[in-house]
C-alpha cells in the first residue's frame, strides 16, 4: 500500500530523516513514535506532500508520488491529513466543516454514515468553540475519511484531550479505521495511545528506524536504552544475572548485556507454589500505596528496583521480601 525507499530529508544540514525504509500494508494501522526531533512529523509530512524529499522514493498505491521530475501534490495523492489542532474553520458549523472538500458531497451517503457511528448528530449545527474537544477531533477525523481516502494520517490526534476522552476516543478511533479498512498512520509521543490503537508499532530516531514490530513485543522486548525509556519506568539488569534469560540487549555506553523489566512485571514470590528461578530478595526502601496498587523501591544490594505490586498483602518500609519476574 505504502512503500518508502531510502528516503532522506534535511533542514539548514541537519538531516531529519535519514536513509529510512518503510512498508505499510493495506488495511494496517501502524503508529509512528518517537522522542521530540526524531523526524515523526517531517515522515508524515513527507508522506503528505507538504514537504518534498532531499532523495529517495515514495510510493503510494503502487504509484510513485516522487523523483525526477515526478511530484504528486498533496491533493492528489489519495490521503487525508489530520492535523494535531483539528485546523476546523470557526467560521462554519460542524456539518459545514465536514463537508468541506471537493469530493465529501458525492459521498452523502458515506459521509452521514460516518457521522452516525462517531455520534456527531447533535453537534452538526454547533460552531466549533460550542463544542468539546472530542466532538473537535471526531468532526476532524469525519471530514478526513469523507472523501474516501485509502491512507490517512494524524498527527498527534489525541494531544489536546484530557486522560478521559483519551481513552473512549482512542477506541473509537482504532474501531472507524478498522470499520472503513482505511490505512492509517499516527504519529503521537503518547505510547500508550500508541499501543491501544495501533497493529504495528515504528521508533524513530534521529529520523532512523530504531525498531519495529508489534506494540507489545517492543514494549516487552526493546532492543536499546532509549527504547525502554521511550515507555516509561523499567529497570534495567544485567544479563550477568539470569543468563538463561533470552530477550536482551547490549548497552551501547557500557558494553554490557542487560534485560529490561518493567515495574509491573513483578509480583510477590509465593514459596508454596513459585520454582526458585527469576527471584529478587531486598528490603523495602520506599512505599507508596495508590488505591489497591502498591509502588515500592526494592534495595537488592547494589540494585534499587522500581515495583509495582497489585497486592492485598501488608507491606512495609524496612521489610524484607521477595519478588519474582515473568
Given at each position: ?60 498505491n503502487n504509484q510513485s508520488v516522487n523523483g525526477d521530475k515526478i511530484y504528486v501534490p498533496p491533493e492528489k495523492r489519495d490521503c487525508s491529513l489530520v492535523f494535531q489542532d483539528y485546523a476546523l474553520f470557526p467560521n462554519m458549523t460542524m456539518g459545514q466543516n465536514i ?81 472503513l479498512n482505511t490505512t492509517a498512520i499516527i504519529v503521537t509521543h503518547d505510547i500508550i495511545d500508541a499501543m491501544k490503537i495501533s497493529d504495528k508499532m515504528v521508533v524513530l530516531d534521529c529520523g532512523k528506524i530504531s525498531q519495529k514490530g508489534l506494540p507489545n513485543e ?109
Amino acid at each position: 500500500m505504502l512503500s518508502i525507499r531510502s528516503l532522506n530529508k534535511s533542514f539548514s544540514n541537519q538531516n531529519v530523516i535519514n536513509q529510512l525504509n518503510l512498508k505499510v500494508q493495506s488495511g494496517e494501522i501502524l503508529s509512528v513514535v518517537g522522542s521530540s526531533g526524531s523526524g515523526k512529523t517531517t515522515l508524515l509530512r513527507l508522506v503528505s506532500g507538504l514537504e518534498i524529499p532531499d532523495s529517495g522514493q515514495i510510493i503510494l498505491n503502487n504509484q510513485s508520488v516522487n523523483g525526477d521530475k515526478i511530484y504528486v501534490p498533496p491533493e492528489k495523492r489519495d490521503c487525508s491529513l489530520v492535523f494535531q489542532d483539528y485546523a476546523l474553520f470557526p467560521n462554519m458549523t460542524m456539518g459545514q466543516n465536514i463537508y468541506f472538500g471537493k469530493n465529501s458531497f458525492k459521498n452523502k451517503a458515506r459521509v452521514e454514515y460516518l457521522i452516525n457511528i462517531t455520534k456527531l448528530g447533535k453537534v452538526i449545527n454547533k460552531y466549533p468553540h460550542e463544542c468539546s474537544g472530542g466532538e473537535q477531533q471526531r468532526v476532524a477525523l469525519v471530514r478526513s475519511m469523507a472523501i474516501n481516502p485509502s491512507l490517512i494520517l494524524m498527527d498527534e490526534p489525541l494531544s489536546n484531550l484530557d486522560n478521559n476522552l483519551k481513552s473512549s476516543l482512542g477506541i473509537i478511533i482504532r474501531r472507524f479505521i478498522k470499520e472503513l479498512n482505511t490505512t492509517a498512520i499516527i504519529v503521537t509521543h503518547d505510547i500508550i495511545d500508541a499501543m491501544k490503537i495501533s497493529d504495528k508499532m515504528v521508533v524513530l530516531d534521529c529520523g532512523k528506524i530504531s525498531q519495529k514490530g508489534l506494540p507489545n513485543e517492543i514494549y516487552n522486548n526493546p532492543n536499546s536504552k532509549k527504547v525502554a525509556l521511550l515507555f516509561g519506568e523499567t529497570n534495567f539488569i544485567p544479563l550477568s544475572m539470569f543468563p538463561n534469560q533470552k530477550n536482551y540487549f547490549i548497552d551501547t555506553v557500557s558494553n554490557t548485556p542487560l534485560i529490561s523489566i518493567r515495574p509491573n512485571q513483578f509480583s510477590i514470590f509465593d514459596r508454596n507454589t513459585d520454582l526458585a528461578g527469576k527471584v529478587f530478595s531486598g528490603e523495602i526502601y520506599s512505599l507508596n500505596n495508590i488505591g489497591t496498587n502498591i509502588r515500592i523501591e526494592l534495595k537488592c544490594d547494589d540494585l534499587f528496583l522500581k515495583i509495582s505490586l497489585n497486592s492485598s498483602e501488608k507491606l512495609e518500609i524496612g521489610q524484607t521480601i521477595k519478588v519474582k519476574f515473568f
